[in-house]
């Protein structure tokens, strides 16, 4: 008993020690929680199935639970046959899926984060002064589509400088922008800029409609930055506010990963490092964070502690679930 005891403590003693940084706050934000307590609490309430436009939320995991459960996500309205009960995700729609889905007479519950639609309202306002809306953002992303949905009249989506420089606009005296509520907090003050040198008389909601779970996530990776050589990021390759903290963490100079999960982590990129930070989009389930310092100790005699960052508690409450007829 003593000697198998001494042989483990001589294994321990030859795995590579690693100190694992976890970035504070990381993961599910309280817009995620909400779309996915949303699609559980209507299965629960109408029964399978129950479908969702879009991915309720970008990552894996949390689609395949989902879907498991009762959930049946598709890419267009179409798809959803007439009368069913059906959730609008939580990066929002535009206008003209809202009227569809009462033309083919869906039970709709919306998932859309209020922080979205507060972006929504933002363009709708603007639009009615009758400025030209800039939309910063990413084009083909759900949200940017949604919002670019919801105006009626000149509208252009900028993901870049180079974009700004050649925006065409009809009176450089009426115009406004909005943001993607998941860009880079760094790109987006950069493109502010610019809009504002071009256009001095512009109106818009500086950084604020980045919302606080995708600036505070990236806040900790600046700091993290700091203290650790290298970053692995948990969240799926469709994650906006997952990719910026991958591009964060590599502006700081960091060699930084996203990955899905566990069996995604490569131990090659562990040589030479002795201190890896760790965070995960506001998408991403803490359990997968778990399961990666499980894979990783192991391999390395693991020391783990959590970043001294801000504590989160904001919350979104959930809407009405109707008697649908
Ligand atoms: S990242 Fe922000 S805007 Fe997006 S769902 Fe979460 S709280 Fe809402």
Redesign the pocket.
């Known amino acids: 008993m003593e000697r198998q005891t001494d042989c483990r403590e001589e294994m321990k003693m030859e795995k590579k020690k690693l100190e694992i940084v976890l970035a504070q706050p990381r993961g599910f934000?309280?817009?995620?929680k909400r779309?996915i307590k949303i699609v559980e609490t209507a299965i629960e309430r109408y029964g399978r199935p129950v479908w969702v436009l879009h991915e309720i939320?970008h990552n894996t995991h949390v689609i395949k639970n989902l879907s498991e459960a009762g959930a049946v996500f598709v890419e267009d309205i179409q798809e959803i046959p007439e009368g069913a009960i059906t959730i609008f995700s939580?990066h929002g729609v535009a206008t003209k899926v809202e009227k569809m889905a009462l033309e083919k007479g869906l039970k709709v519950i919306d998932a859309t984060?209020?922080?979205?639609k507060k972006v929504h309202h933002q363009a709708k306002r603007y639009n009615k002064m009758g400025h030209d809306i800039i939309i910063i953002g990413h084009h083909g992303h759900p949200?940017v589509e949604g919002t670019l949905g919801r105006v009626d009249g000149d509208v252009t989506v900028v993901s870049t400088v180079e974009d700004v420089r050649s925006l065409v606009i009809t009176d450089p005296e009426k115009v406004a922008y909005v943001t993607q509520?998941?860009l880079s907090t760094d790109d987006t003050k950069e493109l502010i800029e610019e809009l504002k040198n071009r256009f001095p008389n512009i109106k818009g909601p500086n950084l604020n409609d980045i919302?606080?779970?995708?600036q505070s996530r990236q806040d900790a990776v600046r700091k993290l930055a700091e203290e650790v050589e290298m970053l692995l990021v948990v969240g799926s390759k469709n994650s906006s506010?997952s990719n910026r903290l991958r591009e964060t963490g590599e502006s700081r100079g960091l060699p930084s990963f996203l990955v899905d999960n566990a069996d995604f982590v490569d131990l090659k990129w562990f040589d030479g490092k002795s201190t890896v930070g760790i965070t995960a989009g506001?998408?991403a389930p803490e359990i997968l964070v778990q399961d990666i310092i499980k894979m990783l100790d192991g391999h390395f005699d693991l020391k783990v502690r959590a970043q001294n960052g801000k504590k989160e508690s904001?919350q979104?409450k959930l809407p009405l679930f109707p008697d649908f007829q």
Do not use: D
């Open positions: 934000c309280a817009g995620v779309a939320v939580a984060c209020p922080l979205v949200e509520t998941t919302c606080y779970a995708t506010n506001a998408s904001m979104f």
